[in-house]
């Protein structure tokens, strides 16, 4: 341990700071640093899960890529079909990183029940479907089983179910309307065997999961013809760059649209969060320097014959400069024990007893999803340290500027 350090050391004691003018600032310094550091920890926990929750949530019901025909249909609804037969299912192997493509094919609806209808989205999907990637959402009942034979099997949401008045176990009837709109509806009675809940608004109040094989018979389609492809990538960070990809890897006579394309307005809604935490970082960075600033002058001003002494002793000005930057440096580390000890604790807490609850409608999640990136919060740790002491070089400059023979009659 060198002479700066010890002296640095000896200048954060307790029994040095009892009577000192700087204690009560140095108090307030620390705390600037650790309510800093809370409010970044949380701030960056809170709208990185965020973000990643509503990506895997519109995921769960579109995929990543969406392969349809090349057309002017902006609706849920399928119009025209596809020939099951491409060179890019089940697998696309032409494009690395895609982890599975599934076939779809959608047709609005009305249910209607003894007390209420609904209109509804009937989504049919085939043996191929993920179901795993809306397991976490369901809260009553099982998924449909779709391998054997046409069944009359579905899964709705929890919204749907109150609406209806419907319970895993009942029977409900569906009538879609032919193309065209002529003629009397096609009539199907389906069995509720599943409901899920999303907190997407706008997914729950508008899809039904069934089989694939409802919609092409009442589109009159073939077997192997279905309204879309759905495609999963490996990695949600490089979705421009796969979709991209896999638009020039499929046919001329295809169209394909990232879910960034189709719900722009969620994710632009998505990218304030990012401008949110960097406002946050760079607040709370300015406010911990700002008080650590005024921390360190003080002290220097209160160690001033200190400071005389030892440069009439010989002490270099950096020298001098280092022990209350050591100082410095000291209390920035107290300010980040506490305040991770208090961030990570609050945030824990959060994450198993969700103990704070958000509106879904507003904000697409009922409890505020937590991602706790070790990564980021070193960054904000170790940048904090550097942001601080690198600032706090410029106050210390003072210290060059005392004088040993005024600074030994300071008083």
Known sequence: MNLEYFIARRLVSAKSHKSSVSAPIIKIAVVAIAIGIVMMLVSVATGVGLQDKIHEKISAFNGNIIITNFDDNQSEVSVEPIGINQPFYPRFKDVQGISHVQATASKAGIIRTEKSFEGIVFKG??????????AEYMVKGRVPNLKGALNTEVVLSEYLANRLELKVGDKFTTYFMKEGGNGMPNLRRFDLVGIYNSGFQGFDATFVLGDIRHVQRINKWKNGQVGAFEVF?????????KGKEVYEAIPSTLNSITIKEKYANIFEWLKLFDINIIVIIIIMVVVATINMVVALLVLILERTQMVGMLKALGASNWSIRKIFLYNAGHLI????????????????????FGVIKLRPENYYVSVPPLTLNIPAILIINIGTVLVCLA?????????????????????
Not at 125 to 134: C, N, P, Q, T
Not at 233 to 241: G, H
Not at 391 to 407: D, G, N, Q, R
């Open 233 to 241: 990538i490996d990695d949600f960070s490089k979705l421009d760059e």
């Open 333 to 352: 580390i107290r300010g980040l024990l506490w305040g991770n000890g208090i961030g990570l604790g609050l945030l824990f807490i959060q994450k198993y």
């Open 391 to 411: 600032l706090l070089l410029i106050p210390s400059y003072i210290i060059t500027k005392i004088a040993p023979s005024k600074a030994i009659r300071f008083e």
């Open 125 to 134: 999907v085939g043996k191929d479907y993920k179901w795993d990637a809306l």
